[in-house]
Structures are given as structure tokens and as C-alpha cells.
């Protein structure tokens, strides 16, 4: 009998995996797609020769996951590469605000009547930022806080909504950015403890950056299963669970799955009735034969670009997808251009760039004209670059990764209590009704992105389990 075996070979299911294996337990690993990777694939969507990220493409939390930096995945291969700006959003003047690794820099980007607040605001946890990532990240009951004094100030800062934080500048450069760091996790602005998403992408930036993956997002995943290997752990693909019995006998069952298919596998029926999931994306892969040609020359040194006009433009577009049902007219736009710094991502003289919008959950319309049409407000002459397209709306991106149910790549809303409490109100939300059974994907604390976390948290609550029985 096995000690433990998990389903879903994404960052999280393969992060439980390790830290299971790391402590000698027995551990096989199941995953229905013919590789792994759940959010963290390479694939040639469009023409021979460009390496697209169907999902996830830039990481600034895995760079800065307290799981991934305790793992030598470097000697599997991972390689960092940090753009000259981890992040830059262009205006219409042709000008733009920029998250750079230099608070100074930064502050600079957006004029001298706001430069002295942001500097306030970041100051104080700039130097606590790998304590506080890990106590931020750890909770809740998975270990107790190394800073709790700086974890409370962050608190303080972080749980009001953002709009709340956006008082502190005057101008709409700096709130326009803040807006835009906001949306990444298709939080409306308003919401609760959206400062803290807002702080800590900007945190990150300045502390470890906001690199791509030499290759592809791809090498994290491969990385983190050729050390599970390393480690005596097995990978079967191609393995699709539709019931516990699908699965060998272990000790444990760790899933890195949705709420809703983890219910259907293991018998729970309604028990995650109430979680609630949320707006989906509309995802457009470009292989280009040149650079985009941004307007602002910032923009073209940055890995990450931003593109809203304003703060209102980009609250416009999150309330649309989020609370009216329906598609916005200007989206605002997530876009990554990994190819300025990793050239073996397109041919000599070619690149690869994504860009996604926002949309109501399980919207089943085409975003294209829309998303290019922005592009062009910042970029003109973008669409005389573009050789192929590959696009994917919500049908298509669940259909990629069962987790992704209607498009919402965050596996669950974020807002409300579910930023924090998910997948239910619980001091134990790694656990299930049944007591050898867990939940360990981004639908559990600390949510949403390539890091981990959630199974790094879930394996320490297994192995003690493990370890009791």
C-alpha cells in the first residue's frame, strides 16, 4: 500500500508530491492530460518554432515561493530570466508608470506628487519580505507566524478594499497601476482585501522580480517531477479519475482539483455547494514576426504589460465581467511578452506575446476584435505584426484544464471571504468529509498562481495524519 497518492500533476499537486516524498513517504502521482503541468505548460499553439504558455507565463510568486525556493529545481533544469522591467503600463500620452526592481525607479513613474507615498507604503516590508511571503503564504494553522508584528502591519494595509489604498496618491498614474496589479486576480477593486493582492505583486517585484521560465513555463513543472522522481515518487499521465477506486490503495488521497470534481470523484455531494467560482478569461496566444511595437518605450523593455487607460477604465471592465454578466467593451488586458528576454521562445527575429481579458464566467463569445483594438490604442500597427493566433475562451480553457471551470483561472472567485476562507469557512481547509482525503489546489489558502503553496500547506497536513496513523 501506498503512503499517499495525489491526483492532478499541476504546480500544486506536484508541490504536495515532493514534500511527501522528501519525507520518505511512498507517492505516486496521477494526472489525465499526456503531460504535466496544469497552469504551467509550454506548447506550440500557433506555427513550428513558437513555445506559448497556454495559461501562466510570468511568476513573480514562484520566484518568491517559500515551497520552490527550499526545492533544487535549478538542478532539474529551471532557469530564471528577469526582464530590464518586470512590469509596465503604458498611457495614451505614449508615456507610462513602471514596477521595476527600483522602489526609486518606480516612485519615479509616477511623479513627484505621488513618489514619496508609494515609497511609504512599500518601505516598511521591503526588507521583511521573505518572512513575510512565507507567514503570509503559510497560514492559516500551518505554521505560526516568524514576524507576526510585520504580518499585522501588512493586515492593516492590505485587508480594506483597493480603492481604499488609492487615496493615498493624487494623480492617476500611480492608481491606474495599483488598479491594474489589482485585476490580476479579477478581483473587483472594491473588494475586500484587495490592497494586500495589489502590495503584494508590487512587493514581489521589487524584491525578486517577476521573471519567465527559460523555455517555458513548462521547465517549472518538469522540474518539480523529475525531482519527485528524484525522490522515488512515479508520474502516470494519461490517467483519468473518475472515482476513488479508480486509484491504487494508499494511506492518503491528496487532490489537486476543483471543489466541484473533487465532490463528484470522492462521493461528497453537496459539500462544496456554496463555493462560488468566478469570472472567466478570454486568452489570445500571437506569434509575431517582430516586437509589438508599444508606444511607450517602457513598455518595450518590460516582461509584463499592463494595458487600462485609467483606474476607472479598468474598474469599468472588472465590474462588467464580474457583477453585470457581460463582456466589456474596452477589457483590460494581462499581456506577456516572454521572447524581449528568452529568445529560444520564437525564431531569430520573431516573438511570442499573450494577452487576456476578463469576461463573464462560461462566456461563450470572441473577445478578439475587442482585445486587438485595445492592443492598438497602445500599440499601433500590432496586428500588421501578427503571423497566427491561437485563441481560447472560457469552453476552450476548461476544456484545457479541467480546473478551470468556466474560464476562471483562479479555480474559485476572489472576493469577499473566499479571498481568504476557501474552499469552505474552516480552521482546517486542506481537510474533507472524508478523513484520508484532501483538497491541495488553488481553490485552498493562500489561492490563485504558480507557487505551490497550497500543496506545500496540504502535504504538512497529510503527513501528520500520515504520521498519527
Not at 497552469?39 to 518554432?49: D, M, S
Not at 538542478?75 to 518586470?86: A, D, I, N, Q, T
Not at 514596477?99 to 518606480?106: A, D, K, P
Request: charge should be positive; charged fraction near 20%.
Amino acid at each position: 500500500m501506498l503512503d499517499a497518492v495525489v491526483v492532478g500533476a499541476g504546480p500544486n499537486g506536484l508541490t504536495a508530491a515532493v514534500e511527501l516524498a522528501r519525507r520518505g513517504f511512498s507517492v505516486a502521482l496521477f494526472e489525465a492530460r499526456g503531460t504535466v503541468g496544469g497552469g504551467a505548460r509550454t506548447e506550440e499553439l500557433t506555427l513550428p518554432g513558437f513555445r506559448h504558455d497556454p495559461c501562466s507565463a510570468a511568476h513573480p510568486l514562484a520566484v518568491s515561493s517559500p515551497a520552490f525556493r527550499g526545492l533544487p529545481l535549478e538542478r532539474h533544469g529551471l532557469e530564471w530570466l528577469h526582464p530590464e522591467l518586470p512590469m509596465a503600463h503604458p498611457f495614451l500620452d505614449g508615456t507610462a508608470a513602471v514596477l521595476s526592481r527600483s522602489v526609486g525607479e518606480t516612485a519615479a513613474s509616477f511623479g513627484p506628487r505621488d513618489a514619496g507615498a508609494y515609497r511609504r507604503l512599500v518601505t516598511p516590508f521591503l526588507h521583511r519580505w521573505d518572512t513575510l511571503v512565507r507567514d503570509f503564504m503559510s497560514l492559516p494553522l500551518t505554521a505560526l507566524p516568524r514576524d507576526p508584528v510585520t504580518l499585522a502591519r501588512f493586515g492593516l494595509v492590505g485587508l480594506p478594499p483597493s480603492t481604499w489604498l488609492a487615496r493615498r496618491f493624487h494623480d492617476e498614474r500611480a492608481r491606474t497601476l495599483f488598479a491594474g496589479l489589482v485585476a490580476h486576480v479579477m478581483a473587483p477593486l472594491s473588494g475586500f482585501a484587495t490592497s494586500a493582492i495589489g502590495l503584494v505583486f508590487a512587493l514581489a517585484a521589487h524584491t525578486r522580480g517577476w521573471p519567465v521560465a527559460r523555455g517555458g513555463s513548462q521547465a517549472i513543472s518538469d522540474a518539480l517531477a523529475a525531482h519527485l522522481r528524484e525522490l522515488g515518487g512515479t508520474v502516470h499521465t494519461d490517467y483519468e479519475v473518475k472515482r476513488l477506486d479508480d486509484l491504487p490503495p494508499a494511506r492518503a488521497y491528496v487532490f489537486d482539483t476543483s471543489p466541484t470534481a473533487l465532490a463528484r470523484i470522492a462521493g461528497f455531494g453537496d459539500h462544496y455547494a456554496r463555493y462560488r467560482y468566478g469570472p472567466g478569461v478570454f486568452k489570445i496566444d500571437y506569434a509575431l514576426d517582430g516586437p509589438v511595437p508599444w508606444t511607450a518605450a517602457e513598455a518595450r523593455r518590460a516582461g509584463t504589460v499592463q494595458i487600462g487607460a485609467d483606474s476607472a477604465e479598468i474598474g469599468a471592465a472588472l465590474h462588467a465581467a464580474s457583477r453585470e454578466n457581460r463582456a466589456p467593451e474596452a477589457p483590460f488586458l494581462i499581456t506577456v511578452q516572454p521572447s524581449v528576454v528568452d529568445p529560444t521562445r520564437a525564431p531569430e527575429g520573431k516573438h511570442v506575446f499573450w494577452a487576456y481579458g476578463h469576461v463573464p464566467h462560461g462566456w461563450t463569445g470572441d473577445l478578439t476584435d475587442a482585445i486587438e483594438r485595445q492592443l492598438e490604442r497602445f500599440a499601433p500597427g500590432f496586428r500588421d505584426r501578427v503571423l497566427a493566433r491561437a485563441t481560447a475562451g472560457p469552453p476552450e480553457l476548461a476544456a484545457r484544464n479541467a480546473n478551470y471551470i468556466g474560464g476562471d483561472i483562479a479555480t474559485g472567485a476572489v472576493s469577499g471571504l473566499q479571498t481568504l476562507l476557501r474552499p469552505k469557512l474552516s480552521l482546517f481547509p486542506y481537510a474533507t468529509p472524508h478523513p484520508a482525503v484532501f483538497i491541495c489546489s488553488q481553490a485552498t489558502p493562500p489561492g490563485p498562481g504558480v507557487h505551490g503553496m497550497p500543496g506545500h500547506n496540504a502535504a504538512k497536513a497529510v503527513w501528520r495524519r500520515l504520521r498519527q496513523t
